[in-house]
C-alpha cells in the first residue's frame, strides 16, 4: 500500500506558474509509475503527464506539451508537476496516481493509488 498526498496548489493569474509536489509513502517500494490527473467541474477525469520513476521516460497529454513538466525526486519519494504559462482551461482539481507496473508507464494504464487532489484555479 502506498499513500499519496498532494500540495502545491492555488489562485494564479493568467499566464502563471505553479509547481505540484506529491509525497508517497507508507511502503518500502515506491511506485514505478506515477502520473498527475486533473478534472475540471462538469468534465470527466484527464491525464496530464507520466513518468517512469526507475528514469524512464516522460509522457504527456498534447494540451499541456512544453508548459508541463513532471518529475521525481527518488531520494524524497516525491512527484512534481511544474505548470508553466498557465491557462484559464487548466482550472481542475489535479491528482498524484501510482501504480506498480513492470509496462510502459503511459497515462493510458489503470492508475490504482490515488490522491485526495489540490485545486488549481487559473484566471484570465
Known amino acids: 500500500q502506498v499513500q499519496l498526498v498532494e500540495s502545491g496548489g492555488g489562485s494564479v493569474q493568467n499566464g502563471g506558474s505553479l509547481r505540484l509536489s506529491c509525497a508517497a509513502s507508507?511502503?518500502?517500494?515506491?511506485?514505478?509509475?506515477m502520473a498527475w490527473f486533473r478534472q475540471a467541474p462538469g468534465k470527466e477525469r484527464e491525464g496530464v503527464a507520466s513518468?517512469?520513476?526507475?528514469?524512464?521516460?516522460?509522457y504527456y497529454a498534447d494540451s499541456v506539451k512544453d508548459r508541463f513538466t513532471i518529475s521525481h525526486d527518488s531520494a524524497k519519494n516525491t512527484l512534481y508537476l511544474q505548470m508553466n504559462s498557465l491557462k484559464p482551461e487548466d482550472t481542475a482539481v489535479y491528482y498524484c496516481?501510482?501504480?506498480?507496473?513492470?509496462?510502459?508507464?503511459?497515462?493510458?494504464?489503470?492508475?490504482?493509488?490515488w490522491g485526495k487532489g489540490t485545486q488549481v484555479t487559473v484566471s484570465s
Open positions: 507508507g511502503s518500502a517500494a515506491s511506485p514505478r509509475c
Open positions: 496516481a501510482a501504480r506498480y507496473y513492470i509496462g510502459s508507464c503511459s497515462l493510458g494504464i489503470l492508475y490504482n493509488y
Open positions: 513518468i517512469d520513476t526507475n528514469g524512464g521516460p516522460t
